[in-house]
């Protein structure tokens, strides 16, 4: 069905990464390419200048190896760690990147949700292709 498909992982309990693994794998080609990303939310100016930079270089490595770790679940895929707005950033991959289909996890909404609008959400209103949305 789909040749190149975009995994976007957080590592919480709230996002069913397996099962967005179980819907790739079904949805996709023998030969489909599958990269799994994470996006780092960015640290707002005001708030870096309290954090040492060995701490966020120590964050940003454990995030690697949990992207590496997960993304060895399925294998053959790539992986991806990319920073900024978690919504553009998979949005702007998709574009650049000729991605077929985007397979996020998603929470179930709060209320505050339908006024700001999830990261799902926005990715669903914006993305040209396929979007599959797995709670």
Do not use: W
């Amino acid at each position: 069905m789909y040749k190149n498909i975009l995994l976007p992982v957080l590592f919480d309990e709230e996002h069913d990464t397996e099962a967005s693994f179980r819907a790739a794998k079904t949805l996709a080609d023998d030969d489909a390419k599958v990269t799994v990303m994470h996006v780092l939310e960015a640290i707002p100016v005001y708030a870096t200048s309290h954090v040492l930079a060995e701490a966020l270089i120590t964050a940003r490595e454990e995030v690697e190896g949990r992207l590496e770790e997960t993304a060895n679940k399925l294998p053959g895929s790539q992986r991806v760690l990319t920073s900024g707005n978690a919504a553009h950033e998979i949005l702007e991959y998709a574009k650049n990147h000729d991605v077929d289909c985007i397979i996020l996890a998603s929470h179930r909404p709060g209320f505050g949700d339908y006024f700001i609008g999830s990261t799902a959400a926005r990715v669903v209103r914006h993305s040209p292709s396929a979007v599959h949305v797995i709670r």
